[in-house]
């Protein structure tokens, strides 16, 4: 949290990530949702909440909802579907960066449903592209999405992290445009 920077655009919601690094969510067994365009910081001030809370003795997993959905459908694969779901369940947090990528498949809709449902009173931090309403869709049956997406959405603090990409700044600079082009 430290390493963030709070002036990079006059839109970013200081307070409420500042806010949030009291780690009250935690404590509370909250979840946390940033969102908003690529490129803003929100997987930073996700992987700078989980430091922050391993600081303070917390248990934390972070990993990209795609790779936590293929790891579960291999537990379809050879058999360990629960034991791969409980390992998820135990961290005091799990961040799972990009979520809401894609289409989720039924297989999916139905292991992030007990992902969420096994981690009731264990706290989330997820980062998406998109805000939590447009999730919806990204559900084959509606009434999973309604049920997973309830208990996940109003058990949450929201933050819309807005602003230009910081990635542009990140870029490197090569070593001929370093250079002054000589004048004539």
């Given amino acids: ?11 970013l919601p ?3 990530i500042r806010d949030l690094a009291a780690l009250r969510w935690l404590h509370a067994g909250e979840s946390v949702i940033l969102y908003g365009p690529v490129g803003v910081g929100k997987s930073h001030v996700a992987q700078a909440l989980g430091h922050l809370a391993i600081r303070h003795g917390a248990d934390v ?14 537990g379809h694969a050879d058999g360990t579907w629960g034991r791969r779901l ?3 369940a135990k961290p005091a ?3 799972l960066d990009d979520f809401g990528m894609r289409e989720l498949t039924a297989r ?3 292991d992030l449903y007990e992902l969420i449902s096994e981690r009731a009173g ?25 049920s997973l997406l309830d208990r996940l959405i109003n058990t ?29």
Avoid: C
């Avoid at 990140?170 to 004048?183: G, I």
């Fill in 1 to 11: 949290m430290e390493e963030f920077d709070f002036h990079a655009s006059p839109k």
């Fill in 14 to 16: 200081a307070a409420q």
């Fill in 61 to 74: 997993r972070f990993a990209k909802t795609s790779r936590v959905l293929a790891d579960l459908a291999g």
């Fill in 86 to 88: 409980r390992e998820l």
């Fill in 93 to 95: 947090v799990l961040i």
């Fill in 108 to 110: 999916q809709a139905d």
């Fill in 122 to 146: 264990h706290s989330l931090v997820l980062t998406s592209n998109r805000s939590p309403v447009d999730w919806y869709p990204l559900f084959p049956n509606p009434v999973v999405a309604e």
């Fill in 156 to 184: 949450s603090h929201q933050v819309f992290i807005n602003g230009p990409s910081y990635r542009p700044n990140k870029r490197p600079r090569s070593v001929d445009s370093d250079r002054k082009e000589p004048t004539e």
